[in-house]
């Protein structure tokens, strides 16, 4: 797959004279490039340019809630130096781009992947604090994961409140998100969402992922949104991720 | 209600010199005008111009394939001519825009609905046909509606397929539609969502929808998502809408 995504891209870089790729290595051999990386990731298959925006990090449109958010779990994300030894925590942050490359499959795939104009949905909008402000930490070990989320106010469903879609968009990420880093790249087959409580507009919000059980190619997530004091209840979810044949 | 509303326009255009409020009636009085119209509508309340655009017309972004289902169902909706007597037929086709105020109830959602750059989710992007592309037509006889959506680049999720977030956003906003235009305002209490196949950027799908019961202050509405045709499943859904105390 990876050679045939090589081959693509490297038409495309013949064909797009308009377009930088891979700007700060332009002489070297694509498919050495794409070969030398590992993990195979977003940020080293991104066409347009060689360190694609990472749209987890703080900006200007954060509230203070949503910075405090932030901040207790990276804080969770340090490594502990124990007897002159690293030791990295269970926490990790996850970077965020507006293309989900790394999932391509290939095959049918690759021709609308290639589609230059095609974004994320959850980042599609340039306007910070416009729509979906978030990042996601996960713990491997105790296999679960929470996104702070600030809701924009281009998200609205019923005046003043977040529409129901955009929550519905938020637990399928997040969700999505626990089963992939699990079980290796999933489609969502369920969402079951019980909305228990308006959201008003700029909120900002935790979503809690857990895992539920794996059968066979299923894997069964359970998922809650709340305040970020965790003592309002907002919205509670169920979520399958069916992995591909 | 209404007084309190037009007393915050009035408010808003004194402080807000860049905007132009009900611009083709520059020097009526603004509680006037909001009085004269019957029903209380977006359309009459829109503080922007005195034309906000409806988003279910046609447009240049419309696939040939967007265009035969709208035609197909707008042809519906004509009026029937039967012994020189005009009759209406059940299929009407609901307009679109870009704020839900209509459902204003006032209070706390006040000083949020006010919020100028506050937009409804799935019309929250100018550039035609990048995200949702849809209309909404009703029978109210049969106690269904049917969407026509057309699924942007923009809303990307697993690559060169629609997100199931944003599938999620039009199932919760068609079935809330219809449970609303059945039962008056209502909020999304339950979403229960099977995908059962991937949709490619850029499909033309046909939402529909049907009253499956109401109870006592829920409606539920069941729905499913198809290819134009009909000859394909996409995803299958229940939902649950609230009337509010």
């Known amino acids: 797959m990876l050679g045939h995504l090589a081959r693509r891209l490297g038409r495309m870089q013949q064909i797009s004279n308009g377009l930088k790729l891979f700007s700060e290595e332009p002489h070297r051999h694509l498919q050495t490039s794409l070969e030398t990386i590992r993990p195979l990731s977003m940020v080293s298959l991104w066409p347009f340019s060689s360190q694609p925006r990472d749209f987890s ?30 030791k990295r925590g269970p926490w990790r942050k996850l970077p965020s781009y507006n293309r989900s490359i790394k999932y391509a499959t290939g095959g049918i795939h690759l021709s609308k992947l290639i589609q230059a104009k095609a974004r994320l949905f959850t980042r599609n909008v340039k306007e ?6 978030y990042m996601v930490f996960v713990n491997k070990e105790e296999k679960r994961c929470v996104c702070v989320f ?7 469903g019923a005046p003043g409140h977040v529409h129901g879609g955009a929550i519905a968009t938020m637990i399928d990420t997040v969700t999505g998100t626990l089963a992939g880093f699990l079980s290796g790249p999933v489609m969502t087959a369920n969402l079951n ?13 935790l979503i809690h992922s857990a895992l539920d059980r794996i059968e066979r190619r299923k894997t069964y997530i359970t998922c809650k949104v709340t305040s970020t004091d965790e003592s309002k209840l907002y919205t509670e979810a169920t979520a399958a991720g069916l992995q591909p044949n």
């Open 57 to 86: 990090q703080p900006n200007s449109s954060w509230s203070p809630e949503m910075h405090k958010a932030y901040d207790h779990y990276n804080a969770l994300c340090d490594t502990d130096t124990e007897n002159g030894e690293e």
């Open 128 to 133: 910070q604090g416009a729509t979906f402000e």
């Open 150 to 156: 600030q809701a924009g106010h281009l998200l609205e």
């Open 193 to 205: 969402i019980d909305y228990r409580s308006p959201m008003p507009l700029g909120s900002v919000v």
